[in-house]
Every structure is written in C-alpha cells, then in structure tokens.
C-alpha cells in the first residue's frame, strides 16, 4: 500500500501550479507592480539536458535531467539535485521557486534554484551512478558555478555525489573549485554540522512554537512520515529534548507504539532492510500516522500527502514541514481553520540550505568552522527567521505560510527593483 494517501479531484494542481497560487495569495498582502508578480511566477531559465551514460554492460542508455533557476535579484542560484523516477520539468521549475523563498525567508544572499535527473539510483552499480553523476553536471556546467548557480544534494543524491560533480566541474575549469557545490564530503571542503542541518533547523523552530504555544517538550507526542536523513535525525533530536517519538514510517510501511518507540531498534530494522521487522504488533496503516493524536506532526517524505481529503482527520498541534510541499492548499486552509499551527516547508527545512550557504562563504574564505559555531549559527539564524514569520502573520493576519512569502516576495521585489528590473 502507498505511504500517501488518495488526493480529492479538486487537487490535481501540480507543483508548480501550487506555488503561483501560493505567490499569488501572498502578493495580495503587497502593494507591489503586479509585473514583479508575473516575474516571480516564472523560472528566470530552465535547462534540459539528455545526455548519455555507460552502463557496466557495455550499453549505452540516455538520460534525461533538468535544472531550473528561478531568480537571481539578490544572488546566485541555490538548490538541490535529486535522482528520482518521477522527477519531472514542473517539479523541478516549481521547488527552485520554493527554494527563492526558503532563501528569503531566512535572509541568504540567494535566488532559487534546482535539478533533478530522471532515474532510479538504486537500479546503478557505483560506477554507473558515477559516470551519471559525472555526465550530468558536465551536462548542466555552462550554467552553474561559484558566481552563478550552486547545486547540494537532494532526494537520492549525497556526498559523494556532490565530491564526483564537483570534481567533474574543477577539471573542467582547470582549478580545485569547492564553492561549485555544497553538501561535499569534509575533505574537499564540506562544512561540518551540514549533514544534520536540515532536520535540526526544522528542530530549533519546532522549540521556540512549543514554547509560543505554552507547550513542554518532556514527554510531547511526535508522529514522523519518512524516516530518512532528515526524519530519523529529527527523531533523535526531539528524543534527547525529551520527546516520546511514537509513529514513523518509510516506503516499507509504518510504526506506532502509543508509549514511544524505542528509535535504536527502529534504525537497527531500517538499516538491515525493512522498518517493519521492529515487529508485526507495531505496524500502522501508513496513511493513518498523519492522523495519529499527536502534539508534534512532521511530514519528511514528498509533496502532497496531507490533502483536503485527509486534513479534517489531522489532529496533531503543529505540523512541521519538514519535507517541500507536503500540505496543498485547500488542506492548508482547513488546518488553520481548524487551528493547527503549520510551520512551513520554506522555515521549516530552511536549515540545510542555511547551512549550505556556511559551506559556500568557508569555501570562498578557505577558513573553516567548529561544528559548534555552525549550530550556533544556524540556531540564530532559523529563531530570528521564525520570529519574524511570526511576527508577519500578526500584523498581517495571516498564517505562517503566507506570513514567510510576504517576507521573502518583498525582499526579492526589493532587489528587483534596486536593479531596476521593476518599478
């Protein structure tokens, strides 16, 4: 059974339709040129690539892969590059967007951007996956670099990914070139604290709107969809804060334990294969952990799965969007309507990006820092970012979600304008 649930006819929206309408709601709060919108609607440039691969065969197969980048007002394009099956040109063009706005949110000196490769990764050997890696980026090169578009890993991509790429883009260029690209392995110029940036941004802000909301952390209930990097790194953070971590699931299905979970044995079973042999007794319909009565839901896996076919049943507090998209708008409106805190993925998951902008500046610097100064960076960065979202959606009265576009739309409208693209 899929892990997300059935969405209702009224939300056959796309990404990219979802975020010009999220664009759109917001600019209603901003008196700005409705020619600021239009641009803002729409990626600055898109690039196709197909390009061919070796297989260990001795076939040649070619693939397909995109990079979209979205604006660049402020700085140069910033985003992931995910290898996936169902990774599509709109998917792609609408999460650079979102990417603008999670840069903006969070006050990065970056535009959006993002790439994908239509794949499944696990099918490749390493060597496969190298020479793809390898021939992708020298595919989408003429378009990214220091100065103008820097990628990092997403779904399916890693460390060692982003080491091949960039290497691929220094031979290239004739020189080592670490800022290409972030989310690098330590080495070759990564920055400490990246790999649990995400996750832990999302855990900083998760702090400060219990405490808003007059909530303990000892002992509040979390339900977690999608237990990756980013999910099973939150889970043992709110753990140690004294959080009881009852549901996770994956692709392989989900767990739930109403007394709490014992996380060792859940990443023993991930790690040897299937979630589910923690054991038969604790197995949840996975659609169900998104209505768990839980003080904490985090959804981490893809877009699109607290729906309107589903929001009436979410009785979590605060729903923190740990993944990009995972709520549509009309289940937007009908959680707050119903009075749940959503915090939003372009706050929510905005530390990994924050992060990677920590690795960029070291790399241009080459001066590094303790993973401590990293965390406490990222910490002063994600409280002063919700506290302004917050602060937005009370003189606006709106909710955070459209709160965090205000902030975001207006300062890319800003810069717009200083350059005198707008008037």
């Not at 996975?286 to 896996?301: C, F, G, H, Q």
């Not at 610097?365 to 401590?372: A, L, P, S």
Request: with cysteine.
């Amino acid at each position: 059974m899929s892990i997300f649930p059935i969405r209702s006819s009224f939300e056959t929206l796309n990404p990219y339709e979802i975020v010009q309408k999220q664009i759109e709601q917001a600019a209603l709060h901003l008196g700005i040129p409705r020619s600021a919108i239009e641009i803002l609607k729409r990626p600055k440039r898109v690039l196709t690539v197909h390009f061919p691969v070796k297989m260990d065969d001795g076939t040649v197969r070619v693939f397909e892969g995109y990079r979209s980048q979205h604006n660049d007002a402020i700085g140069p394009a910033k985003g992931g590059i995910r290898f996936h099956p169902n990774v599509t040109l709109d998917e792609v063009k609408a999460l650079s967007m979102w990417m603008t706005f999670k840069c903006g949110v969070v006050g990065l000196p970056y535009g959006g951007g993002k790439g994908g490769v239509v794949v499944d990764p696990r099918e490749l050997s390493e060597g496969e996956l190298e020479r793809l890696s390898r021939a992708y980026f020298e595919a989408i090169a003429p378009i990214v670099g220091p100065d103008k578009d820097i990628p990092a890993p997403d779904v399916y991509t890693n460390s060692q990914i982003m080491g091949w790429m960039m290497d691929t883009y220094s031979r290239l260029h004739g020189a080592f070139t670490p800022g290409v690209i972030t989310g690098k392995p330590l080495i070759i110029g990564g920055s400490l604290g990246r790999n649990t940036a995400t996750a832990r941004g999302c855990v900083y802000i998760i702090f400060e709107a219990m405490n808003d909301c007059g909530k303990s952390l000892k002992g509040a209930t979390v339900a977690i969809q999608g237990f990756g990097n980013a999910g099973r790194i939150a889970a043992d953070l709110l753990s140690s804060a004294g959080c009881k971590i009852v549901a996770v699931s994956d692709s392989q299905g989900a767990l739930y334990d109403p007394a709490g979970l014992d996380l060792k044995k859940v990443e023993e079973a991930k790690d040897a294969g299937n979630i589910l042999a923690y054991g038969d007794a604790f197995r949840l319909e996975p659609e169900k952990l998104l209505e768990l009565d839980v003080d904490i839901l985090i959804p981490a896996a893809l877009e699109n799965v607290i729906t309107s076919a589903n929001a009436e049943r979410v009785k979590a507090g605060i729903v923190a969007e740990l993944a990009n998209g995972p709520t549509t708008p009309e289940a937007d409106r009908i959680l707050n309507e119903k009075g749940v805190l959503v915090i939003p993925d372009i706050l929510a998951n905005a530390g990994g990006v924050t992060v990677s902008y920590f690795e960029w500046v070291q790399n241009l610097m080459h001066y590094y820092w303790t993973e401590e100064e990293v965390n406490q960076k990222l910490n002063q960065t994600m409280v002063a970012a919700y506290r302004n979202v917050r602060r937005t959606a009370q003189e606006h009265g709106t909710d955070l979600r459209t709160a965090a576009f205000i902030i975001s739309i207006q300062r890319v409208y800003q810069a717009m304008k200083a350059r005198g693209w707008v008037s």
